[in-house]
């Protein structure tokens, strides 16, 4: 084969050399775009289990190519440690428990919230007990959920009646031990949320001395992995508009979204719906005020040496 021959064959090798490149590089873009996977954790009530019941998710990303997967957890807390070691990657959680979450050097980042559901949480008694305000409750035993979104309400409320924690007894339970000792009387006072709270006053006859209105937000927020957020953008953006969509149906089909729970929760329907009632409804991305409103929360932690230093929720924002 002479010099010019051997140029001449050269060059169609070397472009099918670059154009199989290229293909190789499309094929594993499109391989990877295939295999994104939402791994979304949830607990037995809310908005995400009603959209976990429905699948409008799944098919809202297919378009992305992306797979969605559910975790489910018992709270708030163990949902946010599964965030932190990469269980899941988004997930939803009350007020309190990103802050603890980001006191422990989470990665995590507020995404979206719900309006404000101050009805949803209350500082609650026995229907026959001899409390009747605040002021009663001083030396007596309130129970509640450690770091959870009720610790700030029962703040807020000894606040306003002008006391503190030192004059009260407070006793560190879940929800379930809680409800337990609350019946048998080894505890005066819980401070619950729905749908807790719903259940105790329908089945119990629970009393409700003081609710979350005119002192707390009680804002549901939605957070996901950092790395997620900034590699995945679009997603949590479909993400939230199915989210925001998925409230406006449920408030306006509370019946049907209330028997979506049942068998999750093992409530009744008719709890179901008073907590639904309760609920915040529409779900949009995180503003300047509710990031104030929750470093509010985050602050009075942090002076009751709940959270071991000053948190800076904007940090815990993505750049818009």
């Not at 998710?57 to 992305?64: F, I, N, P, S, V």
């Not at 995404?111 to 001083?138: C, G, H, R, T, Y």
């Not at 590699?231 to 149906?249: F, S």
Request: hydrophobic share 45%.
């Amino acid at each position: 084969m002479s010099a010019i021959q051997a140029k001449f064959w050269a060059k169609p090798l070397v472009l099918s050399s670059v154009v199989a490149g290229a293909m190789m590089m499309s094929g594993c873009g499109k391989k990877e775009a295939e295999t994104v996977t939402l791994n979304i954790g949830f607990q037995k009530y809310g908005l995400l289990p009603i959209i976990k019941e429905r699948g409008i998710l799944e098919t809202a990303l297919k378009d992305q190519g992306v797979n969605v997967k559910w975790v489910e957890f018992p709270a708030g807390p163990q949902l946010l440690e599964g965030l932190n070691v990469g269980s899941v990657s988004l997930g939803e959680a009350g007020e309190a428990p990103p802050i603890f979450a980001q006191a422990a050097n989470s990665n995590l980042v507020y995404i979206a919230n719900q309006p404000e559901a101050p009805k949803a949480e209350a500082l609650i008694v026995q229907k026959d007990s001899a409390i009747q305000n605040i002021q009663d409750l001083k030396g007596k035993r309130v129970v509640l959920n450690k770091g959870s979104n009720v610790h700030y309400l029962l703040l807020k409320v000894l606040q306003a009646n002008k006391l503190t924690l030192d004059d009260i007894q407070v006793v560190y339970l879940p929800p379930s031990d809680a409800r337990a000792a609350f019946e048998r009387g080894a505890v005066d006072a819980w401070v619950i949320w729905d749908p807790f709270f719903a259940a105790a006053e329908q089945q119990i006859g629970a009393r409700v001395i003081a609710t979350g209105e005119n002192l707390v937000s009680n804002h549901q927020f939605y957070l996901a992995d950092r790395k997620f957020a900034e590699q995945h953008p679009d997603v949590l953006k479909a993400v939230v508009n199915e989210l925001n969509t998925t409230t406006q149906w449920v408030s306006q089909h509370q019946d049907e979204a209330a028997k979506l729970l049942e068998k999750p929760t093992g409530l009744s329907k008719d709890i179901l719906k008073t907590s639904i009632s309760r609920m915040g409804f529409g779900v949009q991305p995180i503003s300047n005020e509710v990031v104030q409103k929750q470093q509010y929360v985050a602050d009075a932690f942090y002076q009751q040496k709940l959270i071991p230093n000053k948190l800076n929720i904007q940090s815990a924002i993505l750049a818009k």
